[in-house]
């Protein structure tokens, strides 16, 4: 009798092992097979496996369903050939990994509500719920407005992109493993206007301002990429909550929130997440001034910083706060991709093109803003993605943008 049973069960596995690998089999969840590193691994292990010691941990990968994209990524790891190395990685930084766990693991979690839609009440509204649920705030309501007017149906997978690391950014130019749904204009960009023939003015300028007023003070006929200050673990923030920080603030006066969902529900199966030392990148967005009726397309880089304040509501796990050199180290490979994204997503070879970033993680996130500037200095004003003069001269202009005092910026900078 047990023996009957044992077998039910083994088959019955088995077959749920091939259902799950049906489902990732042409997954839209493109692996940079030669990119990933062991560093980026452990850390999507990290989110996808519970850690020995976290008590916030369910509430952290699971509010938004982080944890089964996790999943579904190493699921889709599984399923792609000459993935020797990812998989030393992944028993390397988990000695007892477990894939029977993990796909039953998906299972379930592909079948629950995330947290967020339960605390919604949203269960019954399927997917793009937070479009759906009945909402009075100014915010939320003006994004929805926005949203009915251009992207009804949303945006076009090469204007969503996902890029896990600077090396993955890098290499576009050179490596045949990129994602040719979303990286075909990056990649013949990079091909016919190389990056170290590139060598515009630079001009590093600091702006108070709204960054929903900054966008329109850029000079007619130029590409504006926006920094995002996003959360990691949540699309678009404490957006329903009609929250008012930097991310929330674009996602009200743009299009923006459209295209977060379409990353989670087309993208991520799902669930949400930015990677740890990646980020996401949003093709025209569409942003809208009230009181002028006018409209602007810029690009979007999503990113975030380690949340290192008291409540640490992060999704990723920092190095411990008195270790200044590990914070620095990783958030300074995180700018790389930032800065490399833009360089990759440059109309033409990025003379017309205006990047506007700023105090990224310096709010709510207690990251030190004199460390932040320096990081941003350094990377600016140094080679990357094989350029011969400093990637600052990669663009006509730079500005740092914020509502609150730019001095530490200004002092950081003025130093050359």
Known sequence: MYTIVFYIALIFLLFCSTLIRQQIIGTPMFVPIESLRK????????IALPPKEDHNWIQRVDGHHSRRTMLYFLLSIQSKSNNEQLLDFIYECYPNFNWTFVSKTYLH???????YQKQNQAEDLGD????????????PL?????????????????????YWNYNQIQTLASCADYNAKTDSDAKNSLLTKPVYERRHTGKISFILSGIQDAVFQVPNGKQVIVLDFADERMPGGYYLENAMTQEEVILYNSDGYRALLDLKYTMMDGGYML????????????FFQQQTNKQRLTDLIVAACYDLSPSGEGLYMPPSRNDEEQIRYRTHQKFQAIIASAVANTEGNGKNTY???????TGAFFNDKKMIAELFFDILNNSLMSSNKAIRYAFEEIWFVSTNSLEVFENVFGKH
């Open 355 to 361: 990047l506007l970033l700023g105090p990224i993680g």
């Open 128 to 139: 793009y719920w937070q479009l759906k649920i009945p909402t009075n705030s100014l915010g």
């Open 39 to 46: 560093s980026d691994i452990c850390s999507i292990i990290s």
């Open 109 to 115: 979690l592909k079948n629950s509500f995330e947290l």
């Open 142 to 162: 003006k994004s929805r407005e926005y949203i009915s007017r251009y992207r009804l149906n949303g945006f076009q997978p090469n204007e969503l992109k996902i």
């Open 275 to 286: 990677p740890e030392y990646g980020v996401a990148y949003l093709k025209r967005v569409r």
